[in-house]
Antibody, heavy 126, light 109 residues
């Protein structure tokens, strides 16, 4: 069964750090671009960051660039998001998501996300 | 950055009626547009990608159309389980950036 399972969410003070994980199963993780997408309470969806596999590609939204780092371990089928200098506006459910196409060039990636995890809640508050 | 606008913000319809949702991009995104459905407490579900391709397992009553800047998601005959929020999403630029529209809520009338 194709599945993504996020963990690592919690409550942190402004300026603090948190690391999220997303374990993939049921598909060839190394062949897919992977992405973090967040949703603030009662709000819409916001792209956070994406990473390729083997091509060194990482991309970030302007709102998190320089503070968040996306990475992956293909041997462990795990996607990570390291979040530093957290702000109250980073409060959200964080989802990891798989690209709809596997084994593609960046030119064809990030067009849609077909598998999503259930999400992990991050709350930034003093 | 390419912005997506969705209209209407809310659509109130009855089961069996046709739903037409619009997504407009501030610049051309060619066919790089996807549609998602989200219900409360659940992650989004991919419905349509590349503007008109149904994702795996999506019923035929969902269809996508459009290209460039104007796109439409049509639900031909609403089922009770279709009442939800719908988002469009585009990818563009180099290196690529991803943006989502603000969503359209489809309510039961």
């Amino acid at each position: 069964q194709v599945q993504l399972l996020e963990s690592g969410g919690g409550m942190v003070k402004p300026g603090g750090s948190l690391s999220l994980s997303c374990v993939a199963s049921g598909f060839s993780f190394k062949d897919y671009y992977m992405t973090w997408i967040r949703q603030a309470p009662g709000k819409g969806l916001e792209w956070v960051a994406s990473t390729g596999s083997g091509n060194g590609y990482t991309g970030y939204a302007e709102s998190v660039e320089g503070r968040f780092t996306i990475s992956r371990d293909n041997a462990d089928n795990t996607l990570y998001l390291r979040m530093n200098s957290l702000r109250p506006e980073d409060t959200a459910v964080y989802y990891c998501a798989r690209d709809v196409r596997g084994d593609v060039l960046l030119t064809y990636a990030l067009t849609a996300f077909d598998i999503w995890g259930r999400g992990t809640m991050v709350t930034v508050s003093s | 950055e390419i912005l997506l606008t969705q209209s209407p913000a809310t659509l109130s319809l009855s089961p069996g009626q046709r739903a037409t949702l619009s997504c407009r991009a501030s610049q051309s995104v060619d066919l790089n547009l996807a549609w998602y459905q989200q219900k409360p407490g659940q992650p989004p579900r991919l419905l349509i990608y590349d503007a008109l391709n149904r994702a795996t397992g999506i019923p035929a009553r969902f269809s996508g159309s459009g290209s460039g800047t104007d796109f439409t998601l049509t639900i031909s005959s609403l089922e009770p389980e279709d009442f939800a929020v719908y988002y469009c999403q585009q990818r563009s630029g180099w290196p690529p950036k991803v943006t989502f529209g603000p969503g359209t809520r489809v309510d039961i009338k």
